[in-house]
């Protein structure tokens, strides 16, 4: 378990991750089965014969992401529901710990334990607490990532219509090729994603379905991080926390770095009690949790974390020392999009020339990460230039283990085929040991 909320959340964005990457890998699987139908005789046909064949071809191709996104939808729910309900317990157990660690007082310290386990144990026997609860978030969740499937089957048979049509119309008039064509409407197409998913912004933003679920797994955990954490600390009486400091941040979370916030009352100078002495200390607070939320605090891709705050006793919230910038962070956050733009080009080449100058592009861009985090000092976080993929060691795995990965890579036909040879081999030694056994 967690031991701080920054560390909740971290775990909890962790598990984001692993879903979003069932849904980049589900992304391109579905642009190759684009990209195959596309190349079929571009060379051979008559370019009017080769646009109706590969247009007579759209329910096929439907039908094979529909088997996609039904392996798809069936592992991703439940490691969605996963992610939010563990993240939230991480907050909960975060919000025992991290406010006991900051007593050092023996006695005062097992009694503030005391409480807040018992709060911790209330809340979780609740499931549904203070009208922000665990099941109600886990619900939104899936009600959004369930949303995405449906409309990733029209964005692909619309995508496929709109490369043959533009590959039609562009080789007609002898601009270029019909294969130059089909390429440069995929490697389009692929920078762009399967789009079609819109949020709630204003004005409203369209995604494709790889970041629209990532944005919405990270939003839903870390909420789930934080209002784990707060409840416990609401049942228990802790009505303050502070802002933790990050190296480097953005103008939205700025101006509360380090600050002390309030769950309910206003801001301003407060008296509270030292629950270590029990004598009354001058608190400023802020703001409240909500001000600070609305205001931007704990937006999506947040780094902050807020932590309970004992009058008198806790200590302000370090400042953090990097040499790397806000700026700096972006950079690498556009850099990892552009290797995994990339290495979609290359699951669409339609020939070796195209798939080499997509692969060299994504070994550039690498470079240029691995450049930035050596010079800032930023870790790099390799997971997000690649997908999720099994462990390489399964003859280790347990049974259950295994046939949890098979759920979870359900749209992964590679790593699906990986994992039913181990099954297969499994099912061959048991059923040799049983001869055996019966000779």
């Not at 933003?205 to 679920?213: E, F, L, Q």
């Not at 990532?214 to 802790?238: N, P």
Request: charged letters at 30%.
């Amino acid at each position: 378990m967690a031991i701080t909320p920054a560390a909740a959340i971290e775990e909890g964005l962790e598990q984001a991750r692993k879903v979003a990457a069932m849904y980049a890998d589900a992304e391109m699987a579905l642009l190759e089965r684009i990209a195959a139908r596309v190349g079929k005789d571009l060379d051979n046909d008559d370019g009017n014969v080769w646009a109706d064949k590969r247009l007579a071809e759209v329910t096929q191709l439907r039908k094979e992401a529909e088997s996609i996104v039904r392996r798809l939808q069936a592992a991703s729910k439940a490691a969605a529901q996963a992610a939010v309900l563990d993240t939230w317990a991480g907050g909960m157990d975060a919000a025992v710990r991290g406010a006991v660690l900051q007593v050092h007082d023996r006695k005062v310290r097992k009694r503030l334990e005391r409480v807040l386990q018992d709060a911790k144990n209330l809340g979780a026997s609740r499931g549904i607490n203070a009208g922000q609860g665990v099941a109600e978030l886990a619900a939104q969740t899936i009600r959004v990532v369930d949303s995405v499937h449906e409309g990733a089957l029209r964005a692909v048979e619309g995508i496929y219509r709109n490369v043959i049509a533009e590959t039609a119309s562009r080789a007609l008039i002898g601009a270029e090729t019909r294969r130059e064509s089909a390429q440069r409407a995929l490697d389009r197409l692929t920078a762009e994603g399967i789009k079609g998913f819109t949020d709630s912004a204003d004005p409203p933003r369209t995604w494709s379905m790889a970041i629209y679920v990532e944005m919405a797994m990270r939003t839903a955990v870390a909420r789930a991080a934080v209002d784990g954490h707060l409840s416990t600390l609401r049942d228990a009486g802790i009505n303050l926390v502070s802002v933790s400091r990050l190296p480097h941040t953005c103008d939205r979370c700025s101006r509360w770095e380090g600050e002390v916030l309030a769950l309910s009352g206003a801001a301003g100078t407060r008296v509270e009690e030292n629950p270590a002495t029990g004598v009354q200390v001058f608190v400023q607070v802020a703001g409240t949790v909500a001000e600070a939320r609305l205001a931007g605090l704990l937006h999506p891709n947040c780094g902050h974390s807020l932590n309970a705050y004992l009058p008198g006793v806790s200590r302000p919230a370090p400042v953090g020392r990097s040499e790397a910038t806000y700026a700096d962070s972006q950079r690498q956050r556009y850099l990892e999009r552009k290797v995994r733009e990339n290495k979609r080009r290359a699951a669409v080449a339609l020939d070796d020339d195209a798939r080499a100058k997509a692969n060299a592009k994504t070994a550039d861009y690498q470079r240029q990460v691995k450049a930035l985090t050596k010079a800032t000092g930023l870790r790099r976080k390799t997971g997000r230039e690649k997908g999720d993929a099994p462990p390489s060691d399964l003859e280790k795995l347990t049974d259950r283990q295994l046939a949890n990965l098979a759920s979870k890579f359900g749209h992964d036909e590679q790593a699906l085929a990986r994992l039913e040879q181990e099954t297969k081999r499994r099912d061959e030694a048991a059923a040799k040991q049983e001869a055996s056994s019966g000779a």
